[in-house]
């Protein structure tokens, strides 16, 4: 059977008479909940709003569920771009007066919702027709190929080993430093220090690339016992710094590209211990990450809330509906609202800040710091940013246009990494795409430039040490074909 080119591990595009009769059960079922929602919504037993979010809930589940099949980096990203709006909808029409005052007033009444909501919609629609059609045309193209190992493999091994400890040196050294002062009210201690802020911002790739060595390329005996223990003291610093400082997207990040990388292992996705055993990684998680936000600002070191979630395991895990609305993801998609409402259209401002973001060290404020300020121009405060904001402050009412070209085009430039003939790396790199797409939900398209030299390339490197491959910058003029 033939396989798609787009991304590696694929599915096959000839699909067995099985998954093509779960397809068909798939959709029936989505058009018997479409008919339900729809048939309960005249019937006034739901609200109009409530019907418009039932309906964008179910066309998500179905293309998403078409695209992970195909590209498992866009789905991701697709998937997590949704949830930085699903839960902004819900608290707007549910929870207007709450939303209204942690937002700092982004509430612009409830006829605001619908224009919100059709732009999204449009925008979501595009990205997926976009990528729909986009599959017809043959991708082949690749920006290196990996040669076998050669015979420094093993200085190679010892390379990685000794820059994954300078690294956790250089972070042990400033997290004992700072740690009296750190905290998630005082986060100015970890980005003003921009070696610790920077090297933070790598950690969870560290962390990841300390978890592949130990599976997959520790020789027997001393050498996977050092791997264990490198792995270890990663795990441990990466987390010390998350709960002092309050941070838990870099968690959630590591956590989904663990899970992309598991997933990515040969005949993972029909072994039941591998689903058995995400689930429980998911679900502790989850209450350990919940335990975090629940701890800010209370000068919780790791110790102490590992304590914490011994003691009391059920007051972390428990959760109203409101307390999942009202997490981290629920403001930054009102900025595409108040953008909307003031109509805060500026192409030529907006790309210029793009262009001097996509690099680094120009100080030239993000879309996420300019928005910020228009919020709350006297403030320090942030409000974040959601990534279909941007194509409307470059085209306006036009601009669900420009997001799904974005998405696409974005991703396109990193698809040539997954095509290196090595199917270790390729699964390796997916999870560092998975990884780096948060940064795309929550912020800019600068983000797909700036990931290839600040998580791609040292990553790629990492890969080559402890692996012992070579890359081969001039790849042969047949490409390859899987």
Same mark, same amino acid.
């Given at each position: 059977?033939?396989?798609?080119?787009?991304?590696?591990?694929?599915?096959?595009?000839?699909? %067995? *008479? =099985?998954?093509?009769?779960?397809?068909?059960?798939? /959709?029936?079922?989505?058009?018997?909940?479409?008919?339900?929602?729809?048939?309960?919504?005249?019937?006034?037993?739901?609200?109009?709003?409530?019907?418009?979010?039932?309906?964008?809930?179910?066309?998500?589940?179905?293309?998403?569920?078409?695209?992970?099949?195909?590209?498992? *980096?866009?789905?991701?990203?697709?998937?997590?771009?949704?949830? !930085?709006?699903?839960?902004?909808?819900?608290?707007?029409?549910?929870?207007? =007066?709450?939303?209204?005052?942690?937002?700092?007033?982004?509430?612009?009444?409830?006829? +605001?919702? +619908?224009?919100?909501?059709?732009?999204?919609?449009?925008?979501?629609?595009?990205?997926?027709?976009?990528?729909?059609?986009?599959?017809?045309?043959?991708?082949?193209?690749?920006?290196?190929?990996?040669? =076998?190992?050669?015979? &420094?493999?093993?200085?190679?091994?010892?390379?990685?080993?000794?820059?994954?400890?300078?690294?956790?040196?250089?972070?042990?050294?400033?997290?004992?430093?700072?740690?009296?002062?750190?905290? !998630?009210?005082?986060?100015?201690?970890?980005?003003? #220090?921009?070696?610790?802020?920077?090297?933070?911002?790598?950690?969870?790739?560290?962390?990841?690339?300390?978890?592949? #060595?130990?599976?997959?390329?520790?020789?027997?005996?001393?050498?996977?016992?050092?791997?264990?223990?490198?792995?270890?003291?990663?795990?441990?610093?990466?987390?010390?710094?998350?709960?002092?400082?309050?941070?838990?997207?870099?968690?959630?990040?590591?956590?989904?590209?663990?899970?992309?990388?598991? $997933?990515?292992?040969? #005949?993972?996705?029909?072994?039941?211990?591998?689903?058995?055993?995400?689930?429980?990684?998911?679900?502790?998680?989850? *209450?350990?990450?919940?335990?975090?936000?629940?701890?800010?600002? #209370?000068?919780?070191?790791?110790?102490?809330?590992?304590? @914490?979630?011994?003691?009391?395991?059920?007051?972390?895990?428990?959760?109203?509906?409101?307390?999942?609305?009202?997490? =981290?993801?629920?403001?930054?998609? @009102?900025?595409?609202?108040?953008?909307?409402?003031?109509?805060?259209?500026?192409?030529?401002?907006?790309?210029?800040?793009?262009?001097?973001?996509? /690099?680094?060290?120009?100080?030239?404020?993000?879309?996420?710091?300019?928005?910020? &300020?228009?919020?709350?121009?006297?403030?320090?405060?942030?409000?974040?940013?959601?990534?279909?904001?941007?194509?409307?402050?470059?085209?306006?009412?036009?601009?669900?246009?420009?997001?799904?070209?974005?998405?696409?085009?974005?991703?396109?430039?990193?698809?040539?990494?997954?095509?290196?003939?090595?199917?270790?790396?390729?699964?390796?790199?997916?999870?560092?795409?998975?990884?780096?797409?948060?940064?795309?939900? &929550?912020?800019?398209?600068?983000?797909?430039?700036?990931?290839? !030299?600040? +998580?791609?390339?040292?990553?790629?490197?990492? $890969?080559? /040490?402890?692996?012992?491959?070579?890359?081969? /910058?001039?790849? %042969?003029?047949?490409?390859?074909?899987?």
């Amino acid at each position: 059977m033939r396989f798609d080119t787009l991304a590696e591990p694929n599915s096959r595009v000839s699909r %067995p *008479v =099985d998954q093509r009769a779960r397809a068909i059960v798939w /959709l029936v079922s989505v058009v018997v909940c479409i008919f339900l929602v729809f048939t309960m919504g005249f019937a006034g037993r739901m609200s109009a709003p409530l019907v418009g979010i039932c309906f964008m809930f179910l066309f998500i589940m179905t293309t998403m569920r078409y695209i992970l099949r195909v590209d498992r *980096v866009l789905g991701v990203l697709y998937m997590f771009v949704y949830i !930085y709006t699903v839960f902004t909808q819900i608290a707007y029409v549910f929870f207007p =007066d709450k939303l209204s005052i942690i937002s700092s007033g982004q509430y612009y009444g409830e006829q +605001w919702f +619908w224009p919100f909501y059709a732009f999204v919609f449009a925008s979501f629609s595009g990205v997926f027709l976009l990528f729909a059609i986009s599959r017809s045309v043959p991708q082949t193209g690749c920006y290196f190929r990996l040669a =076998d190992p050669g015979t &420094r493999a093993r200085v190679g091994r010892v390379a990685f080993v000794v820059l994954i400890l300078i690294h956790n040196l250089i972070m042990i050294y400033y997290t004992v430093s700072h740690f009296s002062s750190l905290s !998630y009210h005082s986060q100015r201690v970890l980005k003003d #220090n921009k070696i610790f802020f920077a090297g933070f911002a790598f950690y969870e790739y560290t962390v990841y690339a300390s978890y592949v #060595n130990w599976k997959e390329y520790s020789t027997p005996g001393l050498g996977r016992s050092v791997a264990a223990a490198i792995l270890t003291i990663s795990t441990l610093v990466f987390l010390t710094i998350c709960v002092r400082a309050g941070q838990r997207i870099e968690i959630a990040a590591l956590c989904v590209g663990l899970i992309v990388y598991a $997933f990515g292992e040969k #005949n993972a996705r029909n072994s039941w211990w591998t689903y058995v055993g995400v689930a429980l990684a998911g679900i502790i998680a989850f *209450v350990f990450m919940n335990a975090i936000r629940s701890e800010r600002g #209370n000068q919780t070191d790791f110790r102490s809330l590992v304590q @914490l979630l011994f003691a009391e395991p059920g007051k972390y895990a428990s959760l109203t509906f409101e307390d999942i609305v009202f997490q =981290d993801y629920c403001v930054p998609s @009102l900025t595409l609202m108040t953008s909307m409402y003031y109509d805060r259209i500026d192409p030529i401002g907006t790309v210029k800040s793009l262009i001097a973001n996509s /690099l680094v060290l120009l100080n030239v404020p993000s879309l996420g710091t300019r928005v910020s &300020r228009f919020i709350d121009p006297y403030g320090a405060r942030g409000y974040g940013y959601y990534a279909f904001t941007e194509g409307f402050e470059v085209m306006g009412w036009a601009g669900f246009v420009y997001n799904s070209l974005i998405m696409n085009l974005g991703l396109q430039l990193w698809r040539p990494l997954l095509r290196t003939g090595n199917k270790s790396f390729t699964r390796y790199m997916t999870g560092i795409m998975v990884m780096s797409v948060f940064g795309l939900a &929550r912020g800019t398209s600068s983000a797909y430039v700036k990931a290839f !030299y600040m +998580w791609f390339v040292p990553c790629i490197v990492l $890969f080559c /040490l402890m692996s012992g491959t070579r890359p081969r /910058l001039r790849p %042969p003029h047949h490409q390859l074909r899987t």
